[in-house]
């Protein structure tokens, strides 16, 4: 049997406390492994030290043969599904393209929605809904790559079952078995006693562990074909109009402001690129207008594992930039392409240095309570080179 | 031992409170052909050995903040903290002083295109930013290790605001001491000099003060973890 | 607005950052180093 999951030595710290002191865990392919224990004792940190969101002081942690997170600050990514205790999923989402989107294929999602009750709301965005068919969502993104593969994946559940009602909780145990079955291994937190039955291993923390023989399931592979997924940024930034609503409003109040005082005709030569630059500048620093979206419910968690880079919808804060040095030059009566060009880029620049900063700090307890916004001064460098060059 | 940063903070006080005394009353005045406002030259005094101190503070920041997060050590982030506000109080009084003299001297308090200016002021930020992002957030590790990681790449910006007045003149003037280009009367380089070594025991005192406060308020709440254990 | 007023505004800022940190930094020393002390006196008690 293959291991799948290896989580080896680890080590972990959470604020000042040390959670894991030198843990090991392999879960084989077909296994279904239950981690229980009171609240607090570390269960969630296991989930997430071995899907490589947490720094790793000692060890590693290794999923399909690939290493995802050490202690020496190594990274990789793999294929596997993740539930955590937040539903990590952004509300602006559509129920069946959520799915979609965690199984990065095309497949019968409506069966499936059904199976759960949530058939009739493939259509409806995620905010809509209420918390346990939220949860719901949550768990089968985490579970359809391993409905949808042939190949063994790995799959990291934390308290899948809380917020989900008994039918639901029924529907789960018998499906974690079926993906066994499929050769799938699959490691839980959880305190419902269903679910830990359904284990072949209970591991109650700090470590003990107890054998078990649950019943067997069945596997059948959901059909499914490779899709190229969208840019899902874009697809979010249309339907919510977020870049409109922070990056183009903040552009345009500062293209009127400027008006209420300045007649540009008047204007010389480097106050004129001032004026014709600064809206882009505005929007830019707004940063990336996906980044509050994935804020919510820790979206940005199940992103980080999926890929290298999150959603993000830069090619619209470029095009939107651009738009606005468009109107601001329109305004002005002078016409460059090269100008038009600097803004848009000099837009997407400021946004994407916004955004990493931002990014930076999401490991905070309180990312919201950080005045990142001190850091932006600097922003306004590039801008006054790019005038005074223009000029 | 335990006094020695109140003693350091009170030696560079006096050697600063010197300076000040010697730059008013002995270093010679400079004339209306070099400067357009030769009164308010003399901020240069200050202005210049509290620009040191803030490059040393952030320097001291870097180390601190690298051993923090490669090392996990504890004598490492109590440097971080200590010399995050150093630079914000050395890096502020640089920049006001600095500002106040441009009015004074070039007819605009700032120039958004000239790279030093704005290097510096970014560098005071981050520190701003460091010192009061840590205060909003409970201490733990994830905390540390986001302020040490910004307090890291921050440094990048320290050679390029020295190196900035070399490479290009924009506003800031260029160098003056330990160039050939330099013009410094040997007075004022010798007051300026005074400065720098007031304002270097100065910023080491308040430093050594700064960790031995970070050290206490750990201490305090290990011990107020302790007690909430007890009762 | 003459260069001695700007001198004498630079000087007062400068003399006043310092003043203001140099005193935080000190008084928030002594103020820890008796809240330190309570602390301790009282887990001693509880020990006992």
Known sequence: MAVLIKLEDLTVRRGRKEVLNGWNLNIDSAEVVVLSGENGCGKSTVIEAAAGLLNLENGSSKIQNQTIRDSEGRRGRTNFGLCLQNDCVMGDELVGEKLLDAAQANFDVKSLLDEWKLGHRINDKIAFLSGGQRRKIAVLSALVPAMISAQPIAVLLDEPDSGLDDDSIEILVQLLRDLAAGGHAILVTSHNQKIINAANRVISFPFSEKKQSPIIGTFNKLESKKSTTKNIGLRLNIRTMSGFANNGIAGLLVLGSMLAFVTPNQLGSEMLFAFILAPALAAGLNGDPIFKLLQENRAHAWWYVRKATPPNAFAHVFLGCGLLTILSSAIANHWDAIVILSGATLGLFTAIVVTILSHATLRLARPNAVMLRLLTPILILPWAILVSRLS | ?231 | ?48
């Open chain 2, 1 to 231: 031992m335990k006094r020695l940063g109140e003693v350091l903070t009170l030696a560079g006080l006096t050697g600063a409170g010197l300076t000040l005394w010697l730059g008013f009353t002995w270093a010679p005045s400079v004339t209306i052909e070099a400067f357009e406002s030769p009164e308010a030259q003399k901020i240069f005094y200050w202005h210049v050995p509290s620009a040191w101190a803030a490059m040393l503070s952030f320097s001291l920041l870097f180390i601190g903040s690298t051993m923090w997060f490669f090392k996990r050590n504890q004598w490492a982030w109590r440097l971080h903290v200590a010399s995050s506000e150093a630079g914000l109080a050395t890096g502020l009084m640089c920049v006001v002083s600095g500002t106040i003299w441009g009015a004074a001297e070039w007819g605009i308090p700032w120039d958004w295109t000239d790279i030093r200016l704005n290097t510096f002021a970014m560098l005071t930020l981050l520190s701003l930013f460091l010192v009061l992002g840590r205060r909003s957030q409970p201490d733990g590790i994830e905390t540390r290790d986001t302020f040490s990681t910004f307090g890291m790449y921050g440094f990048l910006l320290v050679p390029l605001t020295y190196f900035a007045t070399r490479i290009w003149q924009i506003r800031h003037p260029g160098p003056v001491v330990g160039t050939s280009e330099g013009s410094l009367n040997s007075d004022m380089g010798l007051v300026l000099l005074i400065g720098a070594i007031s304002f270097t025991i100065l910023i080491i005192g308040h430093i050594i003060s700064g960790m031995r406060l970070a050290h206490l308020e750990l201490r305090f709440e290990d011990l107020t973890s302790k007690y909430e254990e007890l009762i």
């Open chain 3, 1 to 48: 607005m003459s260069g001695q007023i700007y001198l004498a505004i630079a000087y007062l800022a400068m003399i006043s950052g310092l003043a203001i940190w140099t005193w935080t930094v000190l008084s928030r020393s002594n103020s820890l180093e008796g809240r330190i002390e309570a602390l301790e006196q009282s887990i001693r008690h509880g020990e006992e």
